[in-house]
């Protein structure tokens, strides 16, 4: 069990510029999740996956924001446009299906916007 | 909707302190309960679980008991040790009106000082 794997860690980039995050999740887990974290704030749900299909997206998730998860294993995150309001630290988590299974974190990517 | 509100901190303790940070939450139906902890610079990780009403969830001399008559879920520990440093998150999750999504609490910082 090799955890939840972010890349990258870090990302700084100008206002305006689109990015991109990828997190890839314990292997035998096909559910899928991103959440967004502020300073102080504990996370907010963002969207999740079954396998490769986006089953809910939260409404803080706006147009500028898209997640794919093509082959049901690793899940990409793309923020176009960025802007201010948009750094934060993201996370994926990623369970096994059914009720109550814990979702086990990765240790996130940090955005930064200049 | 759902949401859960912890205890407000920062809360400083010295070693071999007793340790309670206040959880309670709002929710449709029937939660399950979590809480996380977070170091310094990693993700978040599950310390305790709790599905149903009257469990608890332990784990690492923590505990947790789901409370559904005060819909609490507070964490405690006899006697708290300089490694405890951390931020704690109380969640929960309802997988009927919300699917698997986390929703957390503000989150609690806990130190102790030797």
């Known amino acids: 069990d090799t955890g939840v794997s972010q890349d990258p860690r870090h990302k700084i980039t100008k206002r305006g510029q689109n990015v991109t995050f990828r997190c890839d999740p314990i292997?035998?887990?096909?559910?899928l999740y991103w959440y967004r974290q502020t300073l102080g704030q504990g996370p907010e749900f963002l969207t999740y996956f079954q396998n490769e299909a986006q089953l809910e997206k939260s409404r803080l998730l706006s147009d500028r924001f898209s997640a794919e998860r093509p082959k049901g294993s690793f899940s990409t995150l793309e923020i176009q446009r960025t802007e201010q309001g948009d750094s934060a630290m993201y996370l994926c988590a990623s369970s096994l299906p059914g009720l109550n299974q814990p979702q086990h974190f990765g240790d996130g990517t940090r955005l930064s916007i200049l | 909707g759902n949401s859960v509100t912890q205890m407000e901190g920062p809360v400083t303790l010295s070693e071999e302190a007793f340790l309670t940070i206040n959880c309670t939450y709002t929710a449709t139906g029937y939660p399950s309960l979590f809480w996380y902890v977070q170091y310094p610079g990693e993700g978040l990780q599950l310390l305790l679980k709790a599905t149903k009403a009257d469990d608890k969830g332990s784990n690492k001399g923590f505990e947790a008991t789901y409370r559904k008559e005060t819909t609490s879920f507070h964490l405690e520990k006899g006697s708290v040790q300089v490694s405890d440093s951390a931020v704690y998150f109380c969640?929960?999750?309802?997988?009927?009106?919300?699917?698997?999504?986390?929703?957390f609490g503000e989150g609690t910082q806990l130190t102790v000082n030797p």
């Open positions: 292997s035998e887990h096909n559910r």
């Open positions: 969640a929960l999750s309802e997988e009927e009106t919300s699917g698997s999504r986390l929703t």
